[in-house]
Protein backbone atom coordinates (compact mmCIF):
# COMPACT_ATOMS: atom_id res chain seq x y z
CA UNK A 1 0.00 0.00 0.00
CA UNK A 2 1.19 3.04 -1.00
CA UNK A 3 0.74 6.53 1.22
CA UNK A 4 0.60 10.15 -0.86
CA UNK A 5 -0.44 13.85 -0.17
CA UNK A 6 -1.44 15.34 -3.49
CA UNK A 7 -3.00 19.07 -4.69
CA UNK A 8 -5.76 19.34 -7.25
CA UNK A 9 -5.36 22.05 -9.14
CA UNK A 10 -8.10 24.33 -11.49
CA UNK A 11 -6.16 25.50 -14.07
CA UNK A 12 -8.52 28.46 -14.83
CA UNK A 13 -9.00 29.60 -11.49
CA UNK A 14 -5.97 28.55 -9.68
CA UNK A 15 -8.20 27.57 -6.96
CA UNK A 16 -6.71 24.38 -5.68
CA UNK A 17 -7.10 21.40 -3.10
CA UNK A 18 -4.92 19.20 -0.72
CA UNK A 19 -5.64 15.53 0.00
CA UNK A 20 -4.11 12.55 1.20
CA UNK A 21 -4.12 8.65 -0.12
CA UNK A 22 -3.70 5.22 0.27
CA UNK A 23 -3.33 3.36 -2.94
CA UNK A 24 -2.31 0.15 -4.05
CA UNK A 25 -1.87 1.46 -7.69
CA UNK A 26 1.64 3.99 -8.61
CA UNK A 27 0.16 7.33 -7.64
CA UNK A 28 0.79 9.16 -10.88
CA UNK A 29 -1.55 6.08 -12.21
CA UNK A 30 -4.29 6.55 -9.68
CA UNK A 31 -7.53 8.30 -11.00
CA UNK A 32 -8.90 9.27 -7.75
CA UNK A 33 -9.51 13.12 -7.72
CA UNK A 34 -10.86 13.96 -4.10
CA UNK A 35 -13.33 13.99 -2.31
CA UNK A 36 -14.06 18.14 -2.24
CA UNK A 37 -17.75 18.96 -0.08
CA UNK A 38 -17.83 22.47 -0.87
CA UNK A 39 -15.62 23.21 -3.38
CA UNK A 40 -17.45 21.43 -6.51
CA UNK A 41 -15.30 22.84 -10.03
CA UNK A 42 -15.85 21.50 -13.63
CA UNK A 43 -13.57 18.07 -13.27
CA UNK A 44 -12.42 19.27 -17.12
CA UNK A 45 -10.09 21.72 -15.42
CA UNK A 46 -8.11 19.95 -13.47
CA UNK A 47 -4.73 18.27 -12.78
CA UNK A 48 -3.55 16.15 -9.92
CA UNK A 49 0.16 16.61 -8.56
CA UNK A 50 1.60 14.52 -6.20
CA UNK A 51 3.54 16.02 -3.95
CA UNK A 52 4.86 12.87 -1.77
CA UNK A 53 4.51 9.27 -1.69
CA UNK A 54 7.12 8.35 0.66
CA UNK A 55 5.40 8.08 3.91
CA UNK A 56 5.59 4.72 5.55
CA UNK A 57 1.89 4.72 7.38
CA UNK A 58 -1.69 6.32 6.43
CA UNK A 59 -0.93 8.63 10.07
CA UNK A 60 2.12 10.06 8.41
CA UNK A 61 0.70 11.06 5.23
CA UNK A 62 -2.58 12.72 7.15
CA UNK A 63 0.12 14.60 9.46
CA UNK A 64 1.87 16.21 6.63
CA UNK A 65 -1.44 17.22 4.84
CA UNK A 66 -2.70 18.50 8.17
CA UNK A 67 0.16 21.12 8.10
CA UNK A 68 0.50 21.99 4.36
CA UNK A 69 -3.59 22.97 4.55
CA UNK A 70 -2.63 24.59 8.12
CA UNK A 71 0.05 26.68 6.18
CA UNK A 72 -2.26 27.52 3.59
CA UNK A 73 -5.49 28.12 5.21
CA UNK A 74 -5.46 32.01 4.89
CA UNK A 75 -5.06 31.60 0.80
CA UNK A 76 -8.71 32.64 -0.76
CA UNK A 77 -7.49 29.86 -3.53
CA UNK A 78 -7.01 27.32 -1.30
CA UNK A 79 -10.32 25.27 -1.19
CA UNK A 80 -9.61 22.71 1.52
CA UNK A 81 -12.18 23.04 4.76
CA UNK A 82 -11.64 20.29 6.54
CA UNK A 83 -8.34 19.41 8.41
CA UNK A 84 -7.10 16.20 9.29
CA UNK A 85 -7.34 15.63 12.95
CA UNK A 86 -8.64 19.29 13.66
CA UNK A 87 -11.74 19.78 12.17
CA UNK A 88 -14.20 21.74 9.88
CA UNK A 89 -13.61 25.41 9.42
CA UNK A 90 -15.43 28.29 7.20
CA UNK A 91 -12.25 30.82 6.81
CA UNK A 92 -14.10 33.61 8.08
CA UNK A 93 -17.15 32.95 5.83
CA UNK A 94 -20.79 31.71 7.31
CA UNK A 95 -21.84 28.40 5.88
CA UNK A 96 -24.56 28.04 3.92
CA UNK A 97 -28.30 27.13 4.57
CA UNK A 98 -27.81 23.60 2.61
CA UNK A 99 -24.07 23.30 3.91
CA UNK A 100 -25.16 23.68 7.56
CA UNK A 101 -28.59 21.21 7.25
CA UNK A 102 -26.24 18.40 5.35
CA UNK A 103 -23.60 18.78 8.64
CA UNK A 104 -26.17 18.65 10.68
CA UNK A 105 -28.15 15.54 9.43
CA UNK A 106 -24.69 13.44 8.69
CA UNK A 107 -24.17 13.79 12.70
CA UNK A 108 -27.52 13.13 13.57
CA UNK A 109 -27.75 10.29 11.12
CA UNK A 110 -24.21 8.69 12.57
CA UNK A 111 -25.24 9.93 16.17
CA UNK A 112 -21.68 12.09 16.30
CA UNK A 113 -22.59 13.98 18.99
CA UNK A 114 -23.82 11.71 21.82
CA UNK A 115 -21.88 8.91 23.93
CA UNK A 116 -18.50 7.74 22.45
CA UNK A 117 -19.09 9.63 19.48
CA UNK A 118 -18.52 12.87 20.83
CA UNK A 119 -15.40 14.12 20.79
CA UNK A 120 -15.35 15.24 24.54
CA UNK A 121 -16.91 11.55 26.06
CA UNK A 122 -15.27 11.07 29.28
CA UNK A 123 -13.02 14.14 28.99
CA UNK A 124 -12.74 17.45 30.78
CA UNK A 125 -11.43 21.01 29.19
CA UNK A 126 -8.21 21.94 31.51
CA UNK A 127 -8.20 25.39 33.40
CA UNK A 128 -5.81 26.29 30.54
CA UNK A 129 -8.47 25.54 28.14
CA UNK A 130 -11.68 27.20 30.02
CA UNK A 131 -9.54 29.93 30.72
CA UNK A 132 -8.85 31.00 26.63
CA UNK A 133 -12.54 29.86 25.92
CA UNK A 134 -13.14 32.80 28.24
CA UNK A 135 -10.57 35.32 27.34
CA UNK A 136 -12.15 34.61 23.64
CA UNK A 137 -15.32 34.73 24.37
CA UNK A 138 -14.86 38.34 26.00
CA UNK A 139 -16.33 40.94 24.21
CA UNK A 140 -18.23 38.42 21.91
CA UNK A 141 -21.38 39.92 20.01
CA UNK A 142 -21.30 43.76 21.37
CA UNK A 143 -20.75 46.34 18.41
CA UNK A 144 -17.87 46.47 18.03
CA UNK A 145 -16.73 42.68 17.84
CA UNK A 146 -19.72 42.75 14.98
CA UNK A 147 -17.75 46.34 13.39
CA UNK A 148 -14.24 44.30 13.61
CA UNK A 149 -15.57 41.47 11.61
CA UNK A 150 -18.15 42.79 9.64
CA UNK A 151 -17.01 46.58 8.95
CA UNK A 152 -18.70 49.25 10.09
CA UNK A 153 -21.97 48.94 7.80
CA UNK A 154 -22.11 45.46 7.58
CA UNK A 155 -21.34 45.52 11.43
CA UNK A 156 -23.59 47.83 12.15
CA UNK A 157 -26.62 45.67 10.92
CA UNK A 158 -26.27 42.70 12.12
CA UNK A 159 -25.83 43.99 15.59
CA UNK A 160 -29.32 45.76 15.27
CA UNK A 161 -30.53 42.95 13.94
CA UNK A 162 -28.96 40.75 17.15
CA UNK A 163 -30.38 43.02 19.51
CA UNK A 164 -33.91 43.41 18.17
CA UNK A 165 -33.67 39.28 18.19
CA UNK A 166 -32.21 39.18 21.85
CA UNK A 167 -34.93 42.33 22.72
CA UNK A 168 -37.88 40.57 21.56
CA UNK A 169 -37.03 37.23 23.66
CA UNK A 170 -36.78 38.94 26.49
CA UNK A 171 -39.65 40.84 26.34
CA UNK A 172 -43.66 40.03 26.24
CA UNK A 173 -44.59 36.71 25.34
CA UNK A 174 -40.85 36.18 23.91
CA UNK A 175 -40.28 35.89 27.70
CA UNK A 176 -40.33 32.34 29.48
CA UNK A 177 -41.77 34.47 32.64
CA UNK A 178 -44.37 36.00 30.37
CA UNK A 179 -48.25 36.20 32.00
CA UNK A 180 -46.42 34.40 35.26
CA UNK A 181 -45.28 35.33 38.63
CA UNK A 182 -42.89 33.44 41.22
CA UNK A 183 -44.31 31.84 44.23
CA UNK A 184 -43.27 33.55 47.74
CA UNK A 185 -41.34 29.82 48.15
CA UNK A 186 -39.43 30.74 45.03
CA UNK A 187 -38.60 34.28 45.89
CA UNK A 188 -37.71 33.00 49.44
CA UNK A 189 -35.57 30.17 48.20
CA UNK A 190 -33.29 32.84 45.46
CA UNK A 191 -33.29 35.15 47.72
CA UNK A 192 -32.11 32.38 50.43
CA UNK A 193 -29.08 31.43 47.41
CA UNK A 194 -27.96 35.15 47.11
CA UNK A 195 -27.19 35.54 50.71
CA UNK A 196 -25.39 32.00 51.25
CA UNK A 197 -21.77 32.54 51.85
CA UNK A 198 -19.38 31.14 49.01
CA UNK A 199 -16.07 30.10 49.34
CA UNK A 200 -13.76 31.05 46.30
CA UNK A 201 -11.11 28.19 45.98
CA UNK A 202 -8.58 26.40 43.88
CA UNK A 203 -8.29 23.35 41.74
CA UNK A 204 -7.08 21.81 44.56
CA UNK A 205 -10.06 22.54 46.72
CA UNK A 206 -7.94 24.97 48.76
CA UNK A 207 -10.19 28.21 50.04
CA UNK A 208 -8.73 31.12 48.86
CA UNK A 209 -11.12 33.29 49.69
CA UNK A 210 -15.16 33.38 51.71
CA UNK A 211 -17.52 36.29 50.09
CA UNK A 212 -20.87 37.16 52.14
CA UNK A 213 -22.65 35.60 48.66
CA UNK A 214 -23.02 35.02 45.56
CA UNK A 215 -23.93 38.72 44.69
CA UNK A 216 -20.56 39.79 46.06
CA UNK A 217 -18.38 36.91 44.71
CA UNK A 218 -19.61 37.77 41.01
CA UNK A 219 -19.25 41.11 41.34
CA UNK A 220 -15.65 41.12 42.84
CA UNK A 221 -14.78 38.34 40.33
CA UNK A 222 -16.76 39.56 37.19
CA UNK A 223 -18.34 36.50 36.79
CA UNK A 224 -22.45 35.63 36.59
CA UNK A 225 -23.95 35.19 39.51
CA UNK A 226 -25.70 32.14 37.82
CA UNK A 227 -22.53 30.48 36.83
CA UNK A 228 -21.07 30.74 40.76
CA UNK A 229 -24.81 29.65 41.78
CA UNK A 230 -24.89 26.50 39.33
CA UNK A 231 -21.01 25.19 39.93
CA UNK A 232 -22.51 25.47 43.82
CA UNK A 233 -25.05 23.08 42.75
CA UNK A 234 -23.85 19.84 44.15
CA UNK A 235 -25.48 17.70 41.72
CA UNK A 236 -23.09 19.64 39.10
CA UNK A 237 -20.15 17.43 37.44
CA UNK A 238 -18.53 20.52 36.81
CA UNK A 239 -16.97 22.71 39.56
CA UNK A 240 -15.39 25.54 37.91
CA UNK A 241 -16.54 29.15 37.19
CA UNK A 242 -13.95 31.59 35.75
CA UNK A 243 -11.14 29.16 36.68
CA UNK A 244 -12.03 28.42 40.15
CA UNK A 245 -14.09 25.85 42.25
CA UNK A 246 -16.89 27.66 44.41
CA UNK A 247 -18.66 26.33 47.55
CA UNK A 248 -21.08 27.16 49.60
CA UNK A 249 -20.49 27.23 53.15
Not at 49 to 62: H, P, Q
Not at 212 to 234: F, G, M, Q, R, W
Request: glycine share 6%; aromatic share 10%.
Amino acid sequence: MIHYVYKITDVITNEYYFGSRSSKCNPTEDAYMGSMKVWKPNNNNLIKEILDDTFLTRNDALEYESNIIKNHINDVLNKNYHIPSIGFHTKGRFQSIIERETRSKHRIENNLSKGINNAMYGKKHSLNSIQLMQEKAKGRYSKEWFISKYGEINGLKKYQKKATTQHNKCMGEGNGMFGKKHSNLTKSKMSEVKQKKVAKCNTENKILYIYSSITEAAKENNISISAISLVCDPKRVNKTAGGFVWKFI
